[in-house]
């Protein structure tokens, strides 16, 4: 990414974005971002959404639309490493609803006319594709490292039964894994819930 960042025609640029990993199908994966995060950073590709400098130049106060603007014109087209991420004027909510069907994170919506402000206020609003889920912890593998588990077996209710529904075993700092065992810990069994 740096070096497609070096690439650009400009003396100096501040540009608003997001890391991404994108799957097979184009889509960004918060899991993969994590993945590449640890071992892989050539996987990860920047999407430039909002450029807020450009060659020592304040663009914080022209509306959204001229930013992008001028953005667009000085990333390369088609680019892999540093993206530029378009913008769609319209019905926000039917949107919303296309990219949550698209199994896709969520919008991000702005004010087209809008200045930039780095803090949340306003001018712009994060709406996400919530899916949820309920589980049980049924249990936790036993860890060969210093952790105390390598990850938590979760079961799902179905019909009235515990179901099976996998595991999960990322996301824990070391207090976390502390805290879990220690209410685990003394509800053991030996058997199958």
Same mark, same amino acid.
Request: glycine share 10%; net charge neutral.
């Given at each position: 990414?740096? @070096?497609?960042?070096?690439k650009l025609k400009v003396?100096?640029?501040?540009? $608003?974005?997001? =890391?991404?990993?994108?799957?097979?199908?184009? /889509?960004?994966?918060?899991?993969?971002?994590?993945?590449?995060?640890?071992?892989?950073?050539?996987?990860?590709?920047?999407?430039?959404?909002? %450029?807020?400098?450009?060659?020592?130049?304040?663009?914080? +106060?022209? #509306?959204?639309?001229?930013?992008?603007?001028?953005?667009?014109?000085?990333? #390369?087209?088609?680019?892999? /490493? %540093? /993206?530029?991420? $378009?913008?769609?004027?319209?019905?926000?909510?039917?949107?919303?609803? +296309?990219?949550?069907? =698209?199994?896709?994170?969520?919008?991000?919506?702005? &004010?087209?006319?809008?200045?930039?402000?780095?803090?949340?206020?306003?001018?712009?609003?994060?709406?996400?594709?919530?899916?949820?889920?309920?589980?049980?912890?049924?249990?936790?593998?036993?860890?060969?490292?210093?952790?105390?588990?390598?990850?938590?077996?979760?079961?799902?209710? @179905?019909?009235?039964?515990?179901?099976?529904?996998? &595991?999960?075993?990322?996301?824990?700092?070391?207090?976390?894994?502390?805290?879990?065992?220690?209410?685990?810990?003394?509800?053991?069994?030996?058997? /199958? #819930?």
């Amino acid at each position: 990414m740096v @070096e497609a960042a070096s690439k650009l025609k400009v003396a100096s640029a501040l540009i $608003d974005g997001e =890391a991404v990993v994108l799957d097979a199908d184009g /889509r960004s994966s918060f899991q993969a971002l994590q993945n590449a995060l640890k071992g892989a950073p050539a996987d990860i590709d920047y999407c430039a959404v909002d %450029l807020l400098e450009l060659d020592g130049e304040d663009l914080t +106060q022209l #509306p959204l639309t001229e930013r992008k603007a001028r953005l667009e014109k000085i990333l #390369p087209k088609g680019g892999d /490493r %540093l /993206r530029y991420s $378009d913008h769609i004027v319209g019905d926000g909510e039917k949107l919303l609803h +296309q990219f949550c069907d =698209a199994n896709l994170e969520g919008v991000i919506s702005k &004010k087209i006319d809008g200045r930039y402000v780095g803090s949340r206020s306003g001018g712009w609003l994060k709406t996400k594709c919530i899916r949820r889920q309920e589980f049980v912890v049924v249990g936790w593998t036993p860890s060969d490292k210093s952790r105390l588990f390598r990850s938590l077996i979760l079961g799902v209710h @179905e019909d009235g039964v515990l179901r099976y529904a996998g &595991k999960v075993g990322t996301g824990f700092d070391t207090q976390e894994i502390i805290d879990l065992m220690a209410v685990m810990g003394p509800l053991g069994r030996t058997h /199958r #819930p």
